[in-house]
């Protein structure tokens, strides 16, 4: 027990303590609480901008375009002209024939030092053409000048006539490179498209998700609401308890009902991330996302034949197989060329060979003119057999026959996207007047039931079965809204306009 004497002190000392924490309170920084979250708004255009910026998807699709053009480069460099320096220093021994020294067993030498210049360059149309320029300087026991000096120029140019001719046929590997190039570039497109398409579907749905929420909450505060009516009435003795407990059981569903909408935007809005690029260093982006589009409700314009039409024109898988086939049908041709014989043209000329004995002495005659040189003849050569250029054939012509096969399935695969993406909008828009008009009844018949309610005539559970129709038929009247966008988007997909819609160039060639 504490003495009396003390009792004013302690009580300073409290009095005290209590004005310093007072002061803490007052001064020191609390934490926020509940923070707001930084937002971001974004339109759908915007979203897909970031999306064709920074998937990584897109990027790894790009990849593709540059290897196809290292291709591209690697069969031009078939005809790059080619530049070629020999040099060389040559020491031959042998007996000697031309002295007495052959009898007693001696030997000539024989030393040169050579210096040529070649030019060689392949022919887009087939053949070649090589241009030599050479000098020799040689010293030998039985020359009778020494040194000797050699000046010598050729040019050669063979020509193929038969198999192996023509520019469809030497350039036939670029040509088919080059194509490739541009199935690449559709494949990018198709690509880019269903990217595209899911980034529309997500940011559509990201919408659901967050109108979901507001009828959910606005569900939850009608069953509180019901909730303190009910208790309201219990206390003044015109219900049975168990009317609370039912009320309580109701709010304790729609409270779950807002928890799980909540987690429906928070998983949709990290999966729209991911595909726009709003994840980095592995982290989620922290911002909510707010779409700032709205969707259409308004009937769209469907022309079933102009639908199929644009399909056949703008679908990038329809674009690449046309390109396959014009490469199956050149290989076919390249296969079919090797089946022939082979028959060159060959020309070479040039002047004479120089000789003296100074390098100039050489030059001097080389370039004089005076002496020249000139060839020119056929070389046929026939394949025995030619089994492997049979087999070429054999395999392009099942190639080409094949593709064409695909091309028909495409097509009926394309009309059949076109004409099921066609019915999902004209489904989906009949489905906005149903739900909406079912929503209407549900409302109508929710505000009879309130008043019934009110009166003592309904009973709790049978007031809730009402309130359930309405957040029911709230729920599929913007799905449906939903739906009918997603499904524009899909027949965009379809029929190869959603690219141009937004207006995005992807560089093809």
């Not at 100039?360 to 004089?368: A, G, L, M, N, Y």
């Not at 019934?452 to 729920?475: K, P």
Request: charged share 25%; glycine share 6%.
């Amino acid at each position: 027990m504490t003495p009396l004497y003390l009792c004013p002190i302690l009580h300073r000392v409290k009095t005290f303590f209590r004005f310093i924490f007072l002061i803490l309170l007052l001064i020191w920084p609390l934490p926020a609480v509940n923070a707001e979250e930084p937002s971001i708004a974004l339109s759908l255009s915007e979203a897909i901008r970031l999306a064709i910026q920074n998937n990584p998807d897109i990027k790894i699709e790009r990849e593709n375009i540059d290897l196809q053009e290292a291709n591209t480069l690697s069969e031009r460099a078939l005809f790059d002209p080619s530049f070629r320096l020999n040099t060389k220093h040559s020491v031959y021994t042998s007996p000697s024939f031309f002295s007495t020294q052959s009898l007693l067993g001696g030997f000539d030498e024989q030393r040169g030092t050579e210096i040529s210049l070649g030019w060689k360059k392949p022919l887009s149309w087939g053949g070649e053409t090589e241009i030599v320029i050479s000098q020799l300087k040689s010293d030998s026991g039985f020359q009778s000048l020494n040194p000797t000096y050699q000046a010598d120029m050729t040019l050669r140019w063979t020509q193929p006539l038969l198999k192996g001719f023509g520019k469809d046929i030497k350039q036939s590997s670029l040509v088919i490179a080059q194509r490739q190039v541009k199935i690449a570039h559709q494949a990018f497109r198709a690509r880019v498209a269903d990217i595209l398409l899911k980034v529309i579907s997500l940011y559509w749905e990201l919408i659901f998700q967050r109108e979901n929420l507001l009828v959910q909450q606005d569900s939850l505060k009608l069953a509180q609401h019901l909730l303190e009516i009910n208790e309201t009435k219990v206390k003044l003795g015109l219900m049975a308890s168990i009317e609370i407990l039912v009320a309580e059981s109701l709010v304790a569903s729609r409270e779950e009902a807002v928890i799980i909408a909540q987690k429906g935007i928070l998983d949709t809005q990290d999966q729209l991330g991911v595909l726009i690029g709003q994840w980095e260093s592995g982290l989620p982006f922290s911002g909510k996302i707010i779409p700032s589009d709205r969707p259409v409700a308004e009937a769209a314009d469907l022309d079933p034949k102009q639908l199929l039409s644009l399909a056949y024109q703008e679908r990038s898988e329809m674009l690449a197989k046309t390109l396959e086939i014009e490469n199956d049908h050149t290989r076919v041709s390249v296969a079919q060329n090797r089946l022939r014989t082979a028959l060159d043209f060959i020309v070479a000329l040039g002047p004479t060979t120089g000789v003296g004995t100074k390098f100039s002495d050489s030059f001097d005659q080389f370039i004089s003119g005076d002496a020249y040189h000139w060839e020119a003849g056929l070389l046929w050569t026939v394949p025995i057999g030619n089994w492997l250029a049979i087999a070429a054939v054999q395999k392009e012509s099942a190639s080409q026959r094949k593709s064409k096969i695909e091309t028909e399935r495409l097509k009926l695969k394309i009309q059949l996207d076109v004409r099921e993406g066609e019915r999902r909008v004209a489904t989906d828009f009949e489905r906005i007047k149903a739900t909406r008009h079912a929503l209407a009844l549900s409302k109508k018949q929710l505000s009879a039931a309130t008043e019934r309610f009110h009166l003592g005539l309904l009973s709790s559970r049978d007031f809730i079965t009402f309130q359930n129709d309405v957040t029911i038929a709230a729920g599929h009247a913007l799905r449906a809204v939903i739906d009918y966008n997603k499904s524009l988007g899909n027949l965009e997909r379809v029929t190869g306009m959603l690219l141009k819609k937004y207006q995005i160039e992807m560089g093809l060639p």
